[in-house]
């Protein structure tokens, strides 16, 4: 607890008063219109790149931003999945991968995940990763890995039911980012393209309608 005190005590007497008003109008409930989907790793802050309030984000983490396919793991991914869809309706699902992720290095076998078995078996629910490169020509580049895993991903998602059938009445749209921490930038996958792009060369999209980089 040593290293967390002090931010604790600065927050609640230095950074508390001067967000008062937000934090009290989030007690009548939350409305995020956006539900990340990233990994735990501790280089990682939503909030912080993508510059939204607490409030906004309704995120899940796990080792390698991973979605298992419906009914595969029975875990609190599915749950808070089907709770950001249908009981909090909201509007964007971003699946974020990122630059030097350890979990993207164990899947290409550049981890000895001995004594690791709890991440070994996650892991298992990247075994798509691994073979979409392996018929590619098997270049287990570390950001291949890690940008094929987002689109892995993204396919898991449609599995599950809420995810599908908001995706199919236009109520949710799904984006596969990839954020590279030494650089602060985040690369947006553009499906028309089949690439990614960087987010600073994006054009600001206007209006309620579907995004180009729409997965
Ligand atoms: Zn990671």
């Not at 967000?19 to 790793?41: N, V, Y």
């Not at 070994?120 to 570390?142: C, E, N, V, Y």
């Not at 960087?198 to 309608?209: T, V």
Request: charged fraction near 20%; include cysteine; aromatic fraction near 6%.
């Amino acid at each position: 607890m040593k290293n967390l005190l002090p931010g604790l005590r600065k927050f609640s007497e230095k950074v508390f008063p001067g967000h008062r008003d937000h934090f009290e109008s989030l007690a009548q409930g939350q409305k995020p219109h956006t539900l990340m989907i990233t990994c735990s790793d501790s280089r990682i802050d939503p909030n912080l790149v993508t510059q939204t309030q607490p409030g906004e984000l309704f995120v899940v983490r796990n080792a390698g931003n991973i979605v298992p396919p419906f009914g595969a793991s029975r875990g609190g991914e599915e749950a808070a999945i089907e709770f950001a869809i249908e009981g909090l309706g909201v509007t964007n699902i971003v699946i974020c991968g990122h630059s030097q992720c350890g979990a993207m290095a164990a899947l290409a076998g550049k981890v000895n995940l001995d004594g690791l078995p709890c991440v070994k078996s996650w892991l298992g629910h990247a075994q798509a990763t691994k073979k979409r490169i392996d018929t590619r020509g098997g270049d287990f580049d570390l950001s291949r890995v890690v940008e094929e895993n987002v689109l892995v991903q993204a396919d898991n998602l449609r599995t599950h039911p809420s995810v599908s059938s908001a995706l199919r009445s236009g109520k949710v749209q799904l984006f596969g980012w990839v954020y590279s921490f030494e650089t602060g930038s985040i690369a947006v996958y553009d499906p028309r393209e089949k690439a990614y792009v960087p987010s600073m060369d994006m054009k600001e999209e206007h209006g309620n309608g579907t995004s180009r980089f729409a997965l």
